[in-house]
Structure formats: C-alpha cells, structure tokens
C-alpha cells in the first residue's frame, strides 16, 4: 500500500466537474486575456452573491500573485502593511512584498489573528514622520495559516478600526471556503465583501487547477487594477481556464460544498485525536489540525501516511499537521481513524 | 455562420492528448511546487533534446512572467538589456522589465531581428560610466513579434557577439516551435541552447492551456532560480499542471506537429493571397501574415472572419494580421481560401 | 600656466557671500532635517520670486536625486514618464528611473525641446491597455542639456497639452538661471511655476556647493513628499547646509546675477568663434556653446585650456563643448577670445 | 537665556578647521564627480590608517544614503538583511531598504548589539527553500543606536560567524568616531576594516557638514560600486565638498579628537547625574546618555536645556535623552552640570 499524504490541501487535480467543463468548452473560440464569456458568467455568480454589482473581480494564478498584486497596487512607495508574523506574506513568500518595495510590520499574535489593539500598537511606534513609514494596508488571512478563523464580530471591529484609521483592509482567503463553512462559523461571503476592502476566494486548495479570485469593493481601489496584472505577469492569454473554473465553482455552490468536505473530514479525524486523549498545538475548527504526539506515535503513523512534523513540543513530542480537501475520501479517513485509534 | 477569429493563437483550450493527460493524472497524489513525477519527466525529454543533461528547466504560466524572471534574477541594478523596439518587452508588456528596476535599450530594426551592430552602437552611446548604464543582457524573439525567424548563422554570430562582450543572449521562445518548423528554419532546439545562455519553449501558443519552459543552460545563471519564481508569484501549488503540459508536447514531438500545422495553414492562406497579386507588409514564413488590403477587401473579408487590421499604409489601404494555430482546421482554411479568390 | 577649464560649470568651490553665511551662522543650533530658520527663510523668499504662498518647497543635494525624487513619488506602478532622448534622465544618470520601476519613452528631437506633437505620438502609440503603460508624466530641461531655452508660449502650449490629456509636467532646473537670463528669454520664474505642475531651481551648477530646490505647485503632489526625501537618502540631518546657501542665492537675486555672468561669457565666446566665421553644431543663448573647429584648431587651443569634444563631424571636424560659469573671469574670456582669433 | 539643545549631534555646523579649508581651496578648479584631489588625498590617509591600500573608497551624504547604497548594491532580488530592532534602518529610514526590494529580518535585543545566536534563530527559521528569504548580509551600528559598542572580540565572533555561515558583515559607523573613543573601547579602525567586510565612517554627527566615508574591503563588494553611487541620486558634482571634510577630519587624527571631545563631555554629565544617584535606561560610554528623572526634575532642566524624553518609564518618570556633540563647550556642560546638582 502507497502513503497517503495529509501535508497539503493541493495535491490532488481539480474537481470532475472542472475536467468536465474544460473538454466540452475546448474549442469554442474565446477572446484572450480575460475577456472570454466564461469569466464573464463567473464574475456575475460572485457579484451576485456578495450582492454588489459594483464590484471589480479578477481572476489570477495563486495567492502569493494575489498578494504582491493587491498590495502593490494600493501602496505608495511610503507605505507599508501589517500583518501577523504567521501571514502567509511576512516569511513564506521568498519576501514578494518587500520585492515591490514595501515593508511588512509583523505582529506576534497567540492565534493567528489580528485585534485593532495590534494595529494600533503599530501605528504608536511609528510617528516620527518622515523618519518612520506611514501604514496604510492590513493584511489577514481567514481561515489563517494554522487552521483559526475569525468571527463576524472581530473581522467588523477590525474593519471599522481601520476605517477610523484610514487604513485599508484586505483579506487572503486562499482558504476562505474551508473558513465559511468551519461548524463555528458565523460569516458569510457577503459579509467577507462588506467588512473589507478587497478579498479573494482562494480556488487552488478548494478544488481548482488553479486560481484565485480578486474581489475589490472599494472603489478607491478599482482603478486601472489590470495595468499591474499585466505588469506582474500574471495576466493568463487563456483566461478562459481561470474562468471556466470559477464558474463551475460557483455554480450550485460547489466551492462551499467541496470546503465543507474537506473541514469534516479534519473533524472526524479531530476528534479520533481527541477520544483518544491527544492535546493540540491550537484548536481549530478548519481543514487543518494539529495534533500533538509522542515520537514512536508519529512513526507508527507515518507508515501509511504522509504529514509535516509541524513543531517540535519537547524532546518526546512533537505537533503534527494533518491537511484534509475536498479529495479525501471516506475511505482514508477511516483507515486513518483506524490507526489512530490503535496508537 | 459565426465569425471565425484568426487574431491570435490562444483562442482555444488546449490539444486533446493534454485534456486526456489530465483526466488519466488527476486524483494522483503529488507534491506541490513543481517538485511532481510529471514535471521531472518533462525535463527529461527536453533536455535529451537539446543533449544538455546539466541544464535547469523550470515552468511558468506565461511569456511576460517567463521574461521579468529571466531578467531581474539576471540583472545587478546597474545593469540593462539590450531589445528591438518591436520585442515583445519593449512595449506590450506594461513595463513588467522596467518594474523590477532595469532600463531596455529599444533598437529599431528592419525585420524584428537583432544583430550585432545594433548592440555595438547601444555599447559605443554607453561609455560614460559610471553616469550611463552598463548593457549585460541581449533579449531576441525567434520567431519573432512580426513572424520573422533567425537562421542559424544569424544565431551564432549574435552569440559570438554577446560572448565577445561580455553581454549574456536570451531568447524568447513564445513562438519558437513556429520557428524551427518554418519551411525556411536551419535551426535546431539543441542549436537554440547551444547559441544562447537561456531560453524559453512556448506553450501556451502552441496547444497547451498555458505555460512556457524556461531553459538555462550557462551555469552562471543557474544559481538559485527557484527563489525568484516563488517571489514574482509564478510558482503554482500545482506544478503538475505545467508539467502534465510540456510531458505530453514534447512526447513524440507533439510539441512540433502542432507547430508544423500552424505554419502550414498560415502558408496556404499567403499563397492564396500572393496567387491573388497580393502585397505583404513583411515576408514571413511562420503563423502569422500580413497582407495588405484595400477598405472594401478588408470589409468584405470581415463578415466571416476577425483579424486585427495591424497598419494603415494609406487611405485607402492597410496590413491585416492573420494568425493560424494548431487548432485552425482545414475546413476553416478552406473556406477562407475561398473568400480570397472572391475578392 | 596651467590649463584652464571650461569643461563644466561646477568646477569651483562656491560664491563666496555662501562661504561667508556658514562662516557666520556656524555654531547657531538648529533643529536638523530641514526645520531650521535658514530653510524656512530660503523658501519664504521663493515663493514670493513665484508668487503663491501655496507651493511647497524642498531642497536637496543633486540634480538626478531631484528627478528621481518626483518622478517617483508621482507615478503609481504602470505609469511612466516622456522625455526627449537628450534628457538628462534618459542616459546620463544610470537608469535612475528605471531603478524606481518606471519606464521613459525617450523622444528624437531637434533642439532637445519638446513639443505637444512629441507626446501624442507616444499616446497614439500605447493604446493597447492594459498590455502597455500609461503615460502621466512630462519631464523637460530648461535649459536644455543641448544649451537651449523654451520660449513662453512653447512652455505654454506644453503645458495645456498636459492638463488637456491628464499629465503631469515637471521641469528640470539644473540650469534653470541661465534659462531665465538668457538673452532671448521671455519667461520669469513666476511663469515657469504657472506653466509646470513642479519644477527645480539647480544650485549646483550656479554658484552653490551642491542644492537644488524642487518646487510644487499642484496639490495633487504635495502630498507627504517628505517621505520620499528620506526614504531615497536625500534628507540631509543638516539641512541648514541647503537652506543657507539658497538663502544667500535668493536674497537680492544672486542667483539670477551668477546665472547672467555665464551666459555673458559664454556670448563673448560665441561672438569670438562666430566673428572667425565657425559654425556651431547648436544655436545656444546661455552658458553652453557647441563650436565646430577641425582638428588642428582643437589641439591648438587644447593646449591652455580643457573643454570636451562633443562630437565628431567627420573625419577633420568636430565640434566642442564650452562651457562658463560664474566664476568664469574676465581674464579668462579674453585669453580664451585672443587664441580663438590667432586660429 | 536661550536653551541649549542637547537633543543631537548635528545642531552645529561644522568644525572651523572646515571652513577654513573650504575657503582655502574655493577658486581651485577641480574634476567633479569625486575625481578631485582632495578625495584622493582623504582616501588615502583612510587607507593608511586601516592599512588596506586595497580598500575601496567612496564618500556621500549621509546615513541612510550610505545604508541604501551598500545594502541594495550587495543583494540580489531573493536576499535579506537581519538587523537588531533597534538598528537604524529597521524602523528610523522610512522603509529606505524595503524600498529597494529587500526585507529585514528584526532581531529583539537587550543593549542593541547583535550575537551569533540571534543570526543563528533567523536562519534556522528560514531553511524552507525557496519559499523564504535567503539571508546574505548582517547590519550591525557601532556605536548603537543606544549609545552601546562592540568590544574587540564581540566584533570578532560575529564575523567568524558570518564568514561561516555566508554571510556578510556591514557595519554603520554614523558614530563610529564615539564608539573607537569611548573609555571602554578595545578596537581600532583597522581591527573594525578587519572584521566587516563594508562599514562606514559618520562625518555628519562628528564635525562634518555632511559625509560619510564608506570603505569596502571585500573583493567581492568592490565591483562597480560608483555606478550605484550615481543612480541612486548619491553622487555629488562637487563631490570636493566632500573629500575637503574628510581630508581635515583624518588629517592629525581630528576625526577622533572630535569624537572624543563628545564622550568627554558625556561622560561628565553622565557623572553628574549618578553622583545624584539617578539610574539609567541602559549603560553607555559614548555620547549619548539615558538618565531616568521624575516628570518634575524633567519639567525643571527644559526650562533651560532642551533633550528628548526618550521612554516612559511609569505615570511619574521617564527617561531622557542626553546627546553631546564636539561643540558642546564646557561652559555648557558645567551650566548643566549645576542644574543636575540643585535637583
């Protein structure tokens, strides 16, 4: 029997519906460069369902393109971004932001979440202008990178603090299917779209290829954003294939249906961990859990199964991460639980 | 009857046997980042083409993303590249070279080809250092933007050049299977390699859904790569869709057929024109022709068929571009033959 | 004797009233970073030269710290600027521009001036948006690099064609004194604020020991410019420096008698070379005069005095570069004059 | 009474020996752009005095000049920096390396001083090639932002340290002259040349009008330095006004005479105030001293002297900022001395 890997959310293809979509669309004739009618349909689905036909979406490659595109575009050369020091940005992308220029501000946090406490801490450490960067930009991840997810009335606080401090607020949701559909979840999309400034519905770890879905709200934020697209690279000739697979997402709501699949399948296994007594190095509610084990536990485990050895706890013990998606069947689970069971 | 467009050659998906590849793949678990038994095995076959087993081979989403990370990872801050005004970098790529820092050297030129004495004349008007920049990087195009291609002494000699001063060659291969399976190409892919120090394979306009394979082959320029694809946002999760891609092109040269039959098709419809006493704004011998038409032609012309109308030469009459593809059928060539000698 | 110089105009320490302010304000404490009464005294009494109490005015240390200095802080990412190919910034100062991301669409002129037809062509030539950049930005010398000067209603007309299509015009003063007391000029300083959207008065060049100062007028870039000055490395801790020299530059016009005593050698000069019947490469009414001697009159006068030679006619001919300045002795002028008439 | 300022080093102009010499050499024509003979003469006396002939020299404006310089001319696009929080480009120059593409990794210190182990944490952190930042140059300020240096072997280790693991060793001497004055020094200049591979010594805040002299001993970091010397606007026409104030600085060792001169009276003060039993922010024997006072003792000494209040200690002390400067006389400080005496 081969392992199977729980180290990532992505190691898989696309959904069949996708595979579907793109051999039937083939050869139909399409406009480049994101002008192709199945772009269209999907930007229509989103509007539609963050109930603002104003906003402007974009489609592009992967989260760390998404990144360094959303903030690059909104900063001036004098500005800056905070994030926790566990975003995604501020040390797992080979420094993308800082390659366009700007500084990242990092916060310690206990969860992976930021507070208006944390902004505002950063902002009373820098007023020696011109001498210190002027922060214009939050960034935070729902879920966030070790599997928490932030409730309606933190991402409101937070966005009405940075309203009040002229700040913008962006949110990575490379994983914000697995987020809105976490059983502790009280967020909807539209919600997301009203409480920031600019998001993205991450499609590369929800079933997709490939692909990230920009969504700007604020119209400050609008203009000329597809200069920088085409600047950054990250314009596709064949936006269809970016298109075709949103729009099969968004459809009947496959994107939520395929992140809840994959949230359930951590809980059960979750909660094998828990009946048998396992600690965690952080609750979360995701398609991400942590679970902290004992070195010949991790051995066992690692027989038939592939996972990171996340943070070591002492010299006995150490936290594991186990990733579940959309493609993970039943069936794996089960055979997991069974072994976990038996540790 | 709906139009049929010949204004570019990514108006479609992609060739059949890669869709197939895709559905056969899918649910294999691979790792992430490129480091997938697809991608391996697709350098394997390009670098047994160009018998260079040392060489580096990365994939990437497109030609402008292929461009900016050849030349800012190669590039000191004081250095520049040297380009035809008609190259693709020059002014159709938003300024993506001069946003990572670097000025291009624009060279008007008579066929969209470099050659020696074009760089000599940038070298000579650059001798006041440290106040004028110092030229490291020569980029060409074969084909090029205006459906031209180098012959092999051409190559050379412009090589012989750059390594005579100094100055690394770089070749965009967006269009390069058009070039070497033109009727009037000498050249090889392992000649390409030889005679450059990177390089790139076009995909995305020749039967992939997206992807270029980039090819370094002077060890110089090897040296940690991979960091700057991570940072310019081009790697994807899953790698394995490029390298699923360039596997199945370049198994049975599938990568040249398709090639071939663009040209082919381009050909037939130059020589219905040329039959018809057509003038050509430039002689070319790949996809992409460009006949010149009067209004009423081109108008005439246009009820079945979208073209760019690419130069007015006077009032009355201008260049058309009309570009084939691997997907342009016989059928379609036909009938616009047919449409030719009605006019 | 040894030889003298006029191969530039910054071959010499300072005026000497320059000298004698730092002598006299040495040990007064000053706040640092430009908050001190110097600076402020310095820009109170420029704004009334220009006449609006409104602009904002800051000193630097160079001329392509200046440029670079707008230029950067007023383009977003996909932007770039215009300038004639003679332009300081185009390659005299190491891709400057670039290295901030921003690409120069460079421009064949004449007389090194530009016109509105000059920049509509650029427009007229990057209509493909997103895939080519948008222009925003107009950037000119007065003078010239190439000695000559813009008449009112060429500054004018300029001007109207950049608001008419939404660019910014900045000029470069780097001898912008000599431009005004030119004997065929017809512009005031008043009328170069009115007629630009920012500007600078160069000290370098005309009697200070380094200073430019930049001078906005639009409100649209006046804001937080500050931050630019530091985050380049160009806000000196004793900006008192900056600030007493202009000071002394402003104060019972200095400024504008240094720049006319250049210019008025450099006429008796030209007068000298013209009365022997020499042609001259460029008609120059200020402190630059380009005479065209062959090449024994070259190294016959090379033999007291430096000067480059500028560019080769043919093979017996090539004209020179002279160059005055205000420290420029009578005595110098009329030795010089005596050779020239032995020629 | 006018106050004195004790809140910097840069309060002053220059000192007259100067002035003197500016004066002196005013009417002498030179080459501009740092090709005149005072900057070969001042170069000189610094490379006898590191006894290095092979050491590069370059002198320009100020701190974050010089920091921008050697950092973004050192690194490629994919490398970073690790600096102590404290240290001055992390957070006091407005993001000036961010702002040319490169992060900082921020270390946590106790007096501001970097060890081994805290570079060990950031590159254990980081082994997840290439998707974080590989680290390739260590920033270091001596004496520190704090008013703390580097003893002889602390220097040492570091750079052992460095050369182990790759790295290089960049040292900030903006206050070099206090730190190699201090009573508790044990290294030279030459020790200092010996173990960086780049450092600067600070003209600006020790007698200088403006300058810093950046010496490169690395072979590697030597290559074509001038160039980004010009394109980041850094390069002085009249760069003789620097190397005049570096001639007189070195000449007769007047560099540390000065530099001494503000330890000294420091020092005295520093007395003063333990003699009265206060404490201390931290310990330093430089020219900056952090005396902690209660709100009422603060409120009595600004009546006649002005300082910073640096750190809040609780709701009725705080600590204050002390800076001495070669120009603060002994008539001052014994005017402070005695208002320190009657708290």
Chains 1, 2, 3, 4 share one sequence.
């Not at 963050?50 to 489609?59: G, H, K, V």
Request: hydrophobic letters at 35%; one cysteine or more.
């Amino acid at each position: 029997m081969k392992t199977y890997s729980f180290k990532n959310d992505y190691s898989e293809g696309c959904h069949p519906y996708i595979l579907e979509a793109l051999i039937k669309t083939n050869l139909d004739q399409q406009n480049g460069y994101a002008y192709d009618e199945y772009s269209d349909e999907a930007k229509e689905l989103i509007k539609n369902k963050i109930n603002d036909q104003t906003a402007e979406i974009y489609f592009v490659s992967g989260g760390t393109q998404a990144n360094l595109l959303v903030i690059s575009s909104i900063l001036r050369p004098h500005e800056s971004v905070v994030s926790a020091e566990t975003g995604h940005i501020f040390t797992n992308e080979t420094g993308a932001i800082e390659a366009t220029g700007h500084k990242i501000h990092g916060i310690v946090t206990e969860d992976g979440k930021l507070k208006p406490e944390h902004i505002q801490s950063v902002l009373d450490s820098h007023t020696n202008k011109p001498h210190q960067l002027k922060q214009k930009l939050v960034y935070i991840s729902n879920s966030t990178e070790i599997g928490t997810i932030y409730q309606k009335q933190e991402l409101k606080q937070l966005y009405e603090f940075c309203q009040a401090n002229n700040l913008y607020l962006f949110l990575d949701g490379a994983r914000l299917g697995q987020a809105l559909t976490s059983e502790i979840n009280d967020l909807t999309l539209e919600a997301i779209a009203n409480f920031t400034d600019v998001f993205y519905l991450g499609g590369t770890k929800n079933g997709a290829l490939l692909g990230e879905a920009i969504v700007i709200t604020n119209d400050n934020l609008k203009e000329e954003f597809g200069f920088h697209i085409k600047q950054k690279g990250a314009l596709l000739a064949k936006g269809r294939l970016l298109g075709i697979q949103f729009l099969e997402l968004m459809k009947n709501d496959l994107y939520f249906d395929l992140a809840k699949i994959s949230n359930v399948q951590a809980m059960k296994i979750k909660s094998a961990f828990q009946d048998k007594g396992f600690q965690f190095l952080s609750e979360t509610f995701t398609n991400q859990i942590f679970p902290i084990l004992n070195n010949s536990q991790i051995e066992k485990l690692s027989e038939n199964f592939d996972f990171y050895v996340w943070k070591k706890m002492d010299e006995d013990n150490s936290a594991i991460r186990i990733i579940t998606s959309w493609a993970t069947s039943d069936e794996v689970v089960e055979g997991f639980i069974n072994e976990i069971k038996a540790l």
